[in-house]
Nanobody, 127 residues
Framework: QVQLAESGGGLVQPGGSLRLSCRPSGFTLDHYAIGWFRQAPGKEREGVSCISSSDDDTIYTDSVKGRFTISRDNVRNTVYLQMNSLKPEDTAVYYC????????????????????WGQGTQVTVSS
């Protein structure tokens, strides 16, 4: 089955850090732009960040700029989301996905334009 799998979530206190990982099954990531998304209870899924296949272009939603860093290791076939200075409003299930058109660059962070979703990983920021 061709899809992605997220890991690394957990419970962390405000101000803490987590690193999420995104790994594929059934394909390799190196040709694809990869997006990270999150969905909080009662809210729509939103784009958090995106990284191009060659790691030379990244996008962040305003609420995470300066706190989150997206990166990739094409040798390890993994994309990461380093999350620092976490806030309670970052609490959500986090997902990664590839561009539906197979783009190698970040043309959008609209979740409707992505696919190969995994099960997600829960991030809870609470004291």
């Amino acid at each position: 089955q061709v899809q992605l799998a997220e890991s690394g979530g957990g419970l962390v206190q405000p101000g803490g850090s987590l690193r999420l990982s995104c790994r594929p099954s059934g394909f390799t990531l190196d040709h694809y732009a990869i997006g990270w998304f999150r969905q909080a209870p009662g809210k729509e899924r939103e784009g958090v960040s995106c990284i191009s296949s060659s790691d030379d272009d990244t996008i962040y939603t305003d609420s995470v700029k300066g706190r989150f860093t997206i990166s990739r290791d094409n040798v390890r076939n993994t994309v990461y989301l380093q999350m620092n200075s976490l806030k309670p409003e970052d609490t959500a299930v986090y997902y990664c996905a590839t561009d539906r058109r197979g783009s190698s660059w970040c043309r959008t962070t609209d979740p409707a334009e992505f696919h190969r979703w995994g099960q997600g990983t829960q991030v809870t920021v609470s004291s």
